[in-house]
């Protein structure tokens, strides 16, 4: 009987851990030379069936998923295909770290550890599976580079050309997509504001911002790098054209957001519009443009990307993406995906870090009752 | 005796999709200054739309409304009046101290003044020492007591007040109650207090307005003959009783009137 602390999914993990490592230390017994510390993290695995009488922490499920994640990339071979029995091993490793991530989460929940600090384990072991498996599976598979370069690859490209990668960075992020990201969610603000103003407008300028919004980005970019040349402009005025409309519609919704008491308060106090705007309206439209503002920081950024693949001067992420296919050099294009990912996931970040600073008073912010 | 609210024949009809609603019809009025006047009555029986008519918050379709000898839109450019809410509306990127400041920016206050003024009316609804809190932080007793001191930062002599207290757990209502009544005693202001509590109405008012429904109208206008230093045990004086009794005749009367449809 598996002892009672373990879930039944625990449990099945646990046993498919230690008899895939016991399988593996099986096979592994004629080939014993090959690969030694295989060889002895399959058998501390298979030990790890003690669990079944003894108590067996979840931290050492951890070591064990580590060390055979360390004794699988040493050990793997440097041409041709992995041993059968590496794989068992990869499973057993795999299931260790599962298990290891499953008791540590569960533990969390229980209050047994502190959310803070050991919360951040977790993605942090999960991304490093998923890396460890990557690697292994490409260069243990002999998986052509050019369908899925093996993760060391790309980090060795990466530091190779970090000069090229940061001339890439400049041109794309720094000049198209911030410039691009705040003149449109600026101009949106601002339209946002005036149609909100006059009927007219609002009639007016709504269904062409909504037209603009669904112009395909494929179409637009040529025309722009027409209009604004093959430099960083063109791309910003991309960005521009699809930031602009998620700013505005979030503009107008924020806008009446607050509610009629709150507009009725104003009124007995017979403050100008203009005054109703900034001390009511514009506050309580704060949740609804960071809405805008978080969404527009990806959008911009796929939006420079995309535009660059369609006339530029021979630096960008996107230029670099589109050349790096044709010549087949894929770990570049992987290194270039890695930072825009990089680049768009910080640059959410702290949006999304100014925005806990600035609408702190929200119910979404504070995890409290409206 | 100075005139403070006066509205003769006044009317208010909403139209709507579904025919004409008569909110108000032919309402015959005078408050003057220093009263504390209650509207009571069933909803529906336009207590608040005309509270709301007074506030300029909203026009009347018939008769004559004045505030201060002008129009209500005139006393509402003039800042004549404060208006306490049915829910505190207190907005809650401010602070307290900020949200009473509100009021006085808006009306151009120097920021000496503003904070003069800031500590003198949270001292009036005892809620010294909790400046800086935001309003998600205090009870709805205590953001309620907040937005009374928002209304009478400015110091209009006028003061409307839309059941401020429904909200409340009786407790919590009994003590603002009698702190209200301090209140009044001290600034000397017109109050014009909208409840469906009759105990409410008869304990703080000098004059009760009873109401009734389909069309709003007064049925009934009370003149309290309580003392104006009121104990909360003066509930239970038969004087009192008396007027509550004649404040539910006149409630009783409304209903009748309806063919007893409600």
Same mark, same amino acid.
């Given at each position: 009987?598996?002892?009672?602390?373990?879930?039944?999914? $625990?449990?099945?993990?646990?046993?498919?851990?230690? @008899?895939?490592?016991?399988?593996?230390?099986?096979?592994?017994?004629?080939?014993?030379?090959?690969?030694?510390?295989?060889?002895? +993290?399959?058998?501390?695995?298979?030990?790890?069936?003690?669990?079944?009488?003894?108590?067996?922490?979840?931290?050492?499920?951890?070591?064990?998923?580590?060390?055979?994640?360390?004794?699988?990339?040493?050990?793997?071979?440097?041409?041709?295909?992995?041993?059968?029995?590496?794989?068992?091993?990869? +499973?057993?490793?795999?299931?260790?770290?599962?298990?290891?991530?499953?008791?540590?989460?569960?533990?969390?929940?229980?209050?047994?550890?502190?959310?803070?600090?050991?919360?951040?384990?977790?993605?942090?072991?999960?991304? @490093?599976?998923?890396?460890? %498996?990557?690697?292994?599976?490409?260069?243990?598979?002999?998986?052509?580079?050019?369908? @899925?370069?093996?993760?060391?690859?790309?980090?060795?490209?990466?530091?190779?050309?970090?000069?090229?990668?940061?001339?890439?960075?400049? $041109?794309?992020?720094?000049?198209?997509?911030?410039?691009?990201?705040?003149?449109?969610?600026?101009?949106?603000?601002? +339209?946002?504001?005036?149609?909100?103003?006059?009927?007219?407008?609002?009639?007016?300028?709504?269904?062409?911002?909504?037209?603009?919004?669904?112009?395909?980005?494929?179409?637009?970019?040529?025309?722009?790098?027409?209009?604004?040349?093959?430099?960083? $402009?063109?791309?910003?005025?991309?960005?521009?054209?699809?930031?602009?409309?998620?700013?505005?519609?979030?503009?107008?919704?924020?806008?009446?957001?607050?509610? %009629?008491?709150?507009?009725?308060?104003?009124?007995?106090?017979?403050?100008?519009?203009? $005054?109703?705007?900034?001390?009511?309206?514009?506050?309580?439209?704060?949740?609804?443009?960071?809405?805008?503002?978080?969404?527009?920081?990806?959008?911009? @950024?796929?939006?420079?990307?995309?535009?660059?693949?369609?006339?530029?001067?021979?630096?960008?992420?996107?230029?670099?993406?589109?050349?790096?296919?044709?010549?087949?050099?894929?770990?570049?294009?992987?290194?270039?995906?890695?930072?825009?990912?990089?680049?768009?996931?910080?640059?959410?970040? +702290?949006?999304?870090?100014?925005?806990?600073?600035?609408?702190?008073?929200?119910?979404?912010?504070?995890?409290?009752?409206? | 005796?100075?005139?403070?609210?006066?509205?003769?024949?006044?009317?208010?009809?909403?139209?709507?999709?579904?025919?004409?609603?008569?909110?108000?019809?032919?309402?015959?009025?005078?408050?003057?200054?220093?009263?504390?006047?209650?509207?009571?009555?069933?909803?529906?029986?336009?207590?608040?739309?005309?509270?709301?008519?007074?506030?300029?918050?909203?026009?009347?379709?018939?008769?004559?409304?004045?505030?201060?000898?002008?129009?209500?839109?005139?006393?509402?450019?003039?800042?004549?009046?404060?208006?306490?809410?049915?829910?505190?509306?207190?907005?809650?990127?401010?602070?307290?101290?900020?949200?009473?400041?509100?009021?006085?920016?808006?009306?151009?206050?120097?920021?000496?003044?503003?904070?003069?003024?800031?500590?003198?009316?949270?001292?009036?609804?005892?809620?010294?020492?909790?400046?800086?809190?935001?309003?998600?932080?205090?009870?709805?007793?205590?953001?309620?007591?907040?937005?009374?001191?928002?209304?009478?930062?400015?110091?209009?002599?006028?003061?409307?007040?839309?059941?401020?207290?429904?909200?409340?757990?009786?407790?919590?209502?009994?003590?603002?109650?009698?702190?209200?009544?301090?209140?009044?005693?001290?600034?000397?202001?017109?109050?014009?207090?909208?409840?469906?509590?009759?105990?409410?109405?008869?304990?703080?008012?000098?004059?009760?307005?009873?109401?009734?429904?389909?069309?709003?109208?007064?049925?009934?206008?009370?003149?309290?003959?309580?003392?104006?230093?009121?104990?909360?045990?003066?509930?239970?004086?038969?004087?009192?009783?008396?007027?509550?009794?004649?404040?539910?005749?006149?409630?009783?009367?409304?209903?009748?009137?309806?063919?007893?449809?409600?």
């Amino acid at each position: 009987m598996m002892r009672s602390d373990l879930t039944p999914l $625990q449990s099945g993990l646990a046993l498919l851990a230690a @008899l895939a490592a016991l399988a593996g230390l099986a096979f592994s017994l004629s080939t014993f030379t090959t690969a030694p510390l295989l060889a002895l +993290v399959c058998s501390l695995g298979a030990l790890s069936l003690v669990r079944l009488i003894w108590p067996f922490s979840l931290w050492l499920d951890g070591a064990l998923a580590l060390l055979g994640a360390l004794a699988l990339v040493a050990s793997l071979p440097a041409e041709g295909s992995m041993p059968g029995h590496h794989w068992l091993a990869l +499973v057993a490793a795999w299931a260790f770290a599962w298990l290891f991530v499953e008791r540590l989460s569960a533990t969390i929940r229980l209050g047994k550890l502190p959310e803070t600090g050991t919360g951040l384990v977790i993605p942090i072991v999960f991304g @490093l599976a998923l890396l460890v %498996a990557w690697e292994v599976i490409t260069r243990g598979a002999n998986v052509p580079p050019v369908l @899925l370069p093996p993760p060391s690859a790309i980090g060795a490209r990466f530091l190779a050309e970090t000069s090229i990668l940061w001339a890439d960075f400049v $041109q794309t992020f720094i000049k198209s997509v911030l410039p691009g990201y705040a003149m449109g969610c600026l101009a949106g603000l601002g +339209v946002a504001i005036l149609v909100d103003r006059s009927p007219f407008l609002k009639a007016g300028v709504m269904p062409i911002g909504n037209f603009m919004s669904a112009l395909p980005i494929i179409g637009i970019a040529p025309i722009m790098v027409m209009w604004f040349g093959f430099d960083w $402009q063109s791309k910003a005025a991309v960005v521009v054209a699809m930031t602009f409309f998620p700013m505005l519609v979030n503009t107008v919704a924020g806008l009446n957001a607050a509610s %009629a008491i709150e507009r009725d308060l104003m009124h007995t106090y017979a403050a100008s519009s203009w $005054q109703t705007l900034m001390k009511l309206r514009l506050p309580a439209a704060g949740p609804f443009i960071f809405n805008a503002l978080k969404i527009n920081s990806t959008l911009a @950024l796929i939006g420079a990307i995309v535009a660059e693949f369609f006339g530029t001067p021979i630096v960008g992420m996107g230029f670099r993406i589109s050349t790096g296919v044709g010549r087949l050099a894929i770990d570049l294009v992987w290194a270039e995906i890695a930072v825009a990912a990089v680049a768009g996931s910080a640059f959410y970040g +702290v949006i999304a870090l100014i925005e806990r600073g600035v609408t702190f008073w929200h119910p979404s912010v504070r995890g409290g009752r409206a | 005796m100075t005139t403070v609210v006066s509205a003769q024949n006044l009317g208010l009809t909403f139209p709507t999709g579904d025919g004409d609603i008569v909110a108000l019809s032919d309402v015959n009025l005078t408050i003057n200054k220093g009263d504390f006047v209650s509207f009571i009555g069933p909803s529906g029986c336009g207590k608040t739309t005309f509270l709301r008519a007074i506030a300029d918050l909203e026009k009347p379709t018939s008769g004559t409304l004045s505030v201060n000898g002008m129009t209500p839109e005139q006393a509402r450019q003039a800042r004549a009046y404060g208006y306490v809410f049915q829910a505190a509306a207190l907005y809650p990127w401010r602070t307290i101290e900020k949200n009473i400041a509100l009021p006085l920016e808006i009306m151009g206050h120097s920021p000496a003044e503003q904070s003069e003024r800031i500590a003198r009316t949270m001292e009036l609804v005892n809620l010294s020492g909790f400046e800086k809190k935001y309003p998600w932080q205090l009870s709805g007793g205590m953001q309620q007591r907040a937005s009374i001191a928002r209304a009478l930062a400015f110091d209009a002599d006028l003061l409307l007040m839309d059941e401020p207290f429904g909200a409340l757990d009786e407790i919590v209502r009994d003590h603002l109650n009698s702190e209200l009544l301090k209140l009044w005693e001290r600034t000397q202001k017109t109050i014009c207090f909208v409840t469906h509590s009759i105990p409410e109405a008869v304990y703080l008012s000098t004059r009760i307005v009873v109401m009734s429904p389909r069309p709003g109208r007064v049925t009934d206008i009370i003149e309290s003959t309580l003392p104006r230093d009121r104990p909360l045990d003066i509930r239970e004086t038969p004087e009192f009783l008396a007027i509550a009794a004649r404040v539910r005749e006149g409630l009783r009367a409304g209903h009748s009137y309806d063919g007893g449809a409600v």
